[in-house]
């Protein structure tokens, strides 16, 4: 079992709480991504996993064992770094084998388990090259190899893909998904790539200021972000946001935004200070001529006036202000929206469009 426990888990840097009071649980075999914009703590906390920041406060257990102040090679996890670490002036074959050489384990043996993990991860021709006469992709692989050699409970890895060119990335994606499934193992793995988080993580947790603001699957934080930071963290563009109020009338619960009234669900709220979120892909464009009672009886109506189009290929987003309603609003530019969705979109710059929403899809 290579769960990992995380209590209270605090790292101050001076005046800094760069992590501050993280209670989280790993359970084993998880692929969990710490992710989060540069300086929320993510770096900090996997280090203190790894044993290299001592917390301020709080425990790391690792399968029910205390490693809080163990040294990083007593804990039985591997770490990659962003920037690989590997030894410049040893083969590809001695670094891999590093770990199993400093733990003075029989040369029979490292031999063998650095060809089987050479084998596993492709690098058996390069076994005897030096890192500079790597490509950025194959020293990744090499530093993995060096972290799975030693067949650790858990590996740590911190933004192990940042040097390697797009389409490698994503090919190295794969590779990673592909590895962790064949192991089994814990993975804990940060970055501040959505796409990666959201394509590789069994779980995600994301982080703000030192604080963890939400755990669940890709799927739960995507669909139901626990706060306004993890809405408009998540998404590209991000989730739309825009200040609300929220009345019953009616016998409908009718939000306020940007000074229109969306009657969304039957009932009555009171709220004030309310923050109306919706995805870019969940706005549908009204062709022009559509009139009130086509849109369908529930879907909220939204209009304003396309500022901007961005053609990503077999999608595309529209940027519009949205209407100021009220005689005092006249001819003032509200809000900004985005919209997404399979192009093209129907829209024109410059025109007039009116938008709608299904319930279902407002988030408050
Ligand atoms: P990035 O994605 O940019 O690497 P991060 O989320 O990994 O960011 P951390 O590196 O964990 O963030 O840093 C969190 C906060 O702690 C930042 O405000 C950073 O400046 C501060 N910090 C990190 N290490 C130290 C240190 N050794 N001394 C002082 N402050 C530090």
């Given at each position: ?26 359970t ?29 406060a709080?425990r790391v ?16 996890v591997?770490m ?5 670490a ?5 083969s590809v074959?001695r670094n891999?084998?590093?770990p199993?050489?400093a ?15 050479a084998?596993?991860?492709e690098l058996?021709?390069?076994l005897?090259?030096?890192p500079?006469?790597l490509?950025g992709?194959q020293?990744q ?19 192990p ?33 959505q ?17 963890l603001?939400?755990v669940?699957t ?9 706060s ?16 609300a ?5 009616d ?7 940007a000074?229109?009234d ?10 004030q ?8 892909e969940h706005?549908?464009?009204l062709?022009a ?11 909220a109506?939204?209009?304003?006036t396309v ?11 529209g940027?519009?202000a ?5 005689p005092?609003?006249a001819g ?5 929206v985005a ?10 710059l410059?025109a007039?469009?009116?938008l709608t ?6 988030h408050l």
């Amino acid at each position: 079992m290579a769960s990992i426990r995380i209590e209270g888990l605090t790292k101050a840097f001076g005046a800094t709480r760069a992590v501050d009071e993280i209670w989280l649980d790993i359970t084993d075999g998880d692929f969990l991504v710490l992710l989060g914009p540069s300086g929320c703590g993510k770096t900090t906390l996997l280090r203190m996993i790894a044993g290299l920041v001592e917390p301020t406060a709080g425990r790391v257990i690792l399968a029910d064992r205390d490693i809080t102040y163990l040294p990083p090679r007593e804990r039985d996890v591997a770490m990659v770094f962003q920037s690989y670490a590997l030894y410049p002036h040893l083969s590809v074959e001695r670094n891999i084998g590093f770990p199993l050489r400093a733990a003075r384990r029989p040369k029979a043996e490292v031999a063998a388990r650095v060809r089987e993990v050479a084998t596993q991860l492709e690098l058996d021709g390069l076994l005897g090259r030096r890192p500079r006469e790597l490509s950025g992709g194959q020293r990744q692989r090499v530093a993995l190899g060096r972290a799975l050699v030693r067949d650790p409970a858990a590996f740590l890895m911190d933004e192990p893909l940042s040097n390697l060119d797009a389409k490698l990335r994503t090919a190295t994606r794969t590779e990673l998904t592909a590895l962790h499934r064949r192991l089994g193992s814990t993975f804990v793995y940060v970055t501040h790539d959505q796409v990666e988080a959201m394509t590789m993580a069994t779980r995600v947790a994301l982080l703000d200021g030192g604080r963890l603001e939400q755990v669940g699957t890709p799927t739960e934080v995507y669909d139901r972000p626990a706060s306004v930071f993890v809405a408009g963290f998540l998404g590209s563009p991000p989730m739309n946001l825009l200040p609300a109020t929220v009345a019953g009338r009616d016998g409908r619960v009718v939000v306020t935004a940007a000074g229109v009234d969306l009657p969304l669900w039957p009932g009555t709220a009171d709220r004030q200070g309310v923050t109306l979120g919706i995805r870019p892909e969940h706005l549908r464009v009204l062709p022009a001529h559509t009139a009130a009672d086509d849109a369908g009886a529930d879907a909220a109506r939204l209009s304003g006036t396309v500022t901007g189009l961005e053609n990503l290929g077999s999608e595309e987003v529209g940027w519009l202000a949205l209407d100021t309603a009220g005689p005092s609003a006249a001819g003032a530019r509200g809000a900004a929206v985005a919209v997404r969705g399979p192009r093209p979109l129907g829209l024109t710059l410059g025109a007039r469009v009116s938008l709608t929403v299904a319930p279902e899809h407002v988030h408050l």
